[in-house]
């Protein structure tokens, strides 16, 4: 044949003896976006298990000063009470065999090891995000689990800055939780859709009130000509972090009862919080919201690493790779949160 150059008997026979040019590593389709491990602090503890303990101040040291006249004798003042907080670090962990070396993918076996270990610390990265929110270590049946931010919050139902929405979210509230956390907060975490409600508010959507005429108009407001359909970035002076983390939810858990549950059926409903940061250390007080990890190897480091040769069961090498946490929230005020959400049209009151 003319066109093989003589050395092949047909085109197909050429085709048998090559092979597809295929690109070292995958391309990672289980992304989510704004991971709460990314926006809040990590503080190492001193142990890898131990409890880690602090004290709330139950009330303020005004009530113990006392009025005096010239030359009268004065009475000493021992009234203050603290509420001991303790959380106990949890591990979780994955381990993998190194037993699928593929040298067209990953070319050397360096590679390969590598990465796996990027992928089991996505792995992790991104369980954590979902266990910062939704871990309850009063309810999960094992204690294995931490307690996660809606579990804090669940210490507050009840009070001024944990709202049970139960329907479209209502402006207002926004601003009576921006008022009621005590010691400010740095940002609200939403679900997209919830945050995409209030840009619609802002803009094309406006209030329901505006069409009967029986309030004013939505401020002031100018846009220009590329400002249509634009994600509004802040409210109440805070900052919008939009999460795929806080997905749909079970409606009328999570009120100090049981854990707050992943939808499964009926209504869903979604929640936002509020969250004050915390220090990069458990070396003082704060009120703030921060994951305490335990001492590994090298310090600052969150997770631990082991390396095994050989495998028991297996004619394989593997990793396994490890993370001992504990959600911190030191004040009170320092997570609230909106719950019972329904993905509707946002009202003003």
């Not at 090559?18 to 289980?30: K, M, N, R, S």
């Not at 298990?49 to 009268?72: F, H, P």
Request: charged share 25%; net charge negative; hydrophobic share 40%.
């Amino acid at each position: 044949m003319a066109l093989s150059g003589g050395t092949f008997k047909n085109l197909a026979e050429v085709i048998k003896l090559t092979y597809p040019t295929l690109i070292p590593g995958a391309v990672f389709e289980g992304m989510k976006r704004g991971n709460p491990a990314d926006l809040i602090n990590f503080a190492q503890a001193n142990h890898s298990g131990e409890k880690i303990k602090w004290l709330r101040q139950a009330a303020s040291e005004e009530g113990d000063v006392a009025n005096i006249g010239r030359g009268g004798q004065t009475v000493l003042t021992e009234s203050l009470e603290y509420a001991e907080q303790e959380v106990t670090l949890k591990t979780c962990y994955d381990y993998k065999k190194l037993d699928k070396f593929n040298p067209a993918v990953h070319q050397t076996v360096n590679n390969y090891e590598t990465i796996m270990l990027k992928s089991m610390i996505r792995g992790i990265t991104m369980k954590l995000g979902d266990k910062i929110i939704y871990d309850h270590t009063a309810y999960d049946g094992t204690g294995l689990q931490m307690k996660g931010l809606h579990a804090w919050a669940a210490d507050s139902v009840g009070e001024a800055w944990d709202i049970d929405e139960n329907g479209a979210l209502a402006m207002i509230h926004l601003r009576e939780l921006a008022d009621e956390l005590k010691y400010d907060f740095n940002f609200w975490l939403m679900p997209f859709c919830i945050a995409r409600r209030i840009d619609a508010f802002y803009q094309e959507g406006g209030t329901a009130s505006l069409a009967s005429a029986t309030a004013g108009p939505l401020g002031l407001i100018s846009y220009g000509p590329g400002d249509k359909a634009t994600r509004t970035t802040f409210v109440c002076e805070k900052p919008i972090f939009r999460t795929d983390y806080l997905v749909a939810e079970q409606d009328d858990t999570g009120l100090g009862s049981n854990a707050r549950a992943k939808w499964t059926s009926g209504t869903k409903t979604y929640s936002i919080l509020a969250v004050k940061l915390g220090q990069a250390s458990l070396a003082e007080e704060d009120p703030g919201v921060k994951v305490a990890f335990g001492k590994t190897e090298a310090d600052g480091k969150i997770f631990d690493l082991e390396y095994f040769e050989k495998l028991e069961d297996y004619i394989a090498k593997a990793l396994r790779l490890s993370a001992n946490t504990e959600m911190i929230v030191g004040s009170k005020w320092g997570i609230g949160r909106i719950l019972d959400i329904t993905d509707a049209a946002v009202t003003s009151v």
